[in-house]
């Protein structure tokens, strides 16, 4: 064997365990790295400022004065929809809310600059401890980036109320953050409902789904809700950054039906059924009618491509503890028409691609692919390795039909 071939053995025994163990290192440094410190975030957002620690409660929220401006800062942690979020409130000593200040947070970069571009922050200017804080009632949404808009509020109204019940010792007249369940969560259960009946369907009812199946996926999962999985999504777990249960109940829905279909199923529901974009590389591959044949060779390679790009990105994610800075899919940009970075270049060669070869981004370069299927994959290698472990003894397999039955009888006796 050549000594290229020996090298090339090697580094594909060794690749995977330095890949993984590269992340889990990359995850502890920037767990390390993460950790706040909400004083230095607010004296470079008021460099000109005197400030003066006037109390620190349990729960992430820190009130400062500030000496020269005469008025006090509350700075609130919470839980925003890609990972936590701080902000400064400098409110006056009635508890009237005079600026917002963004100190840090984890939110997808294209959407936060839409909040910055509205003037998102603006409009808590004049509101008191007392007020609701509910979104579309106190606090208009921007459009497209609602889930972000709403985590901003109730990181606010949160402080807030925290404020008018301990400062102010007020009773709390406010109304409270409801359950968010209407006709978006009811729609995408149904969505997954109907994924899974045609997953399993024979007959008719497979017959007609496939062409309902596109339909529902690409105007409900795309266009009307755009809730599309990412890489960004699935690593966000990992990190600990679950979006609140009563404000994000579309995140909690997805998640449940993307994953509970891989750990329950077995099957990768979502990229067969619900993703929206294979559905747009299906017609656009409709449309050319031309369907070149991917070589195994080129399918391994880039299966190993798709493989070294989900790592980078798993990299950049956990270092940076920043989920959206890692989210390379060209989805969202594809019914949103907001992206950032490569997204632009990956959104036309994937459309453009998807002329030529069927599903060309889902079988080359798509990273929740890889990661939904390998979940699968190892759910099946866990069983195996589970019911080989339960299988009867050498004794027993060894035995005839009747031998089996007479040491059955035995052991029961």
Wanted: net charge neutral; charged share 15%; proline share 5%.
């Amino acid at each position: 064997m050549a000594v290229p071939e020996k090298l090339k053995a090697v580094w594909g025994r060794l690749a995977f365990p330095l890949a993984f163990t590269s992340l889990v290192v990359a995850f502890v440094i920037g767990q390390i790295a993460a950790l706040p410190d909400f004083r230095a975030l607010l004296q470079q957002r008021l460099p000109d400022s005197t400030l003066t620690l006037v109390t620190e409660a349990e729960g992430g929220q820190i009130v400062f004065r500030d000496e020269s401006a005469g008025n006090y800062v509350i700075i609130s942690a919470a839980e925003g929809y890609g990972g936590p979020l701080a902000v400064g409130i400098r409110a006056s000593g009635e508890g009237e809310i005079a600026e917002i200040l963004d100190l840090d947070n984890k939110e997808t970069p294209s959407f936060f600059n839409k909040l910055l571009k509205e003037r998102f922050f603006e409009q808590f200017a004049g509101k008191t401890v007392s007020d609701d804080y509910l979104l579309d009632e106190d606090i208009d949404a921007v459009s497209g980036a609602t889930v972000s808009s709403r985590a901003y509020t109730a990181a606010v109204g949160e402080a807030m109320h925290i404020a008018a019940t301990e400062h102010f010792k007020l009773q709390p007249t406010w109304k409270q953050d409801e359950l968010l369940f209407g006709y978006k969560e009811m729609g995408l259960i149904g969505v997954f409902v109907l994924a899974f009946v045609v997953s399993y369907a024979r007959g008719p009812v497979a017959k007609y789904g496939k062409f309902v199946m596109p339909v529902v996926a690409l105007a409900f999962v795309g266009v009307y809700t755009n809730t599309s999985v990412s890489i960004a999504q699935l690593a966000g777990i990992l990190l600990g950054y679950i979006p609140d249960f009563r404000q994000h109940l579309m995140w909690w829905i997805m998640m449940a039906g993307v994953i509970g279909s891989v750990v329950i199923l077995g099957r990768n529901i979502y990229c067969g059924q619900v993703c929206p974009f294979q559905y747009v590389q299906r017609g656009l591959n409709k449309i050319s009618n031309v369907n070149l044949a991917v070589r195994p060779g080129i399918q391994k390679s880039a299966r190993t491509v798709v493989g070294w790009m989900t790592w980078t990105s798993l990299m950049l994610i956990f270092l940076s503890a920043h989920p959206g800075l890692g989210s390379y899919e060209p989805f969202a940009m594809m019914f949103s028409l907001t992206g950032a970075g490569v997204q632009w270049y990956l959104l036309p060669l994937s459309l453009v691609g998807s002329f030529f070869i069927l599903n060309f981004w889902c079988r080359l370069f798509c990273p929740v692919g890889l990661v939904l299927n390998e979940g699968v994959r190892f759910r099946k290698s866990l069983l195996q390795r589970i019911t080989s472990r339960v299988r009867p003894s050498p004794e027993v397999e060894a035995a005839s039909p009747n031998d089996k039955g007479d040491l059955w009888r035995k052991d029961e006796s």
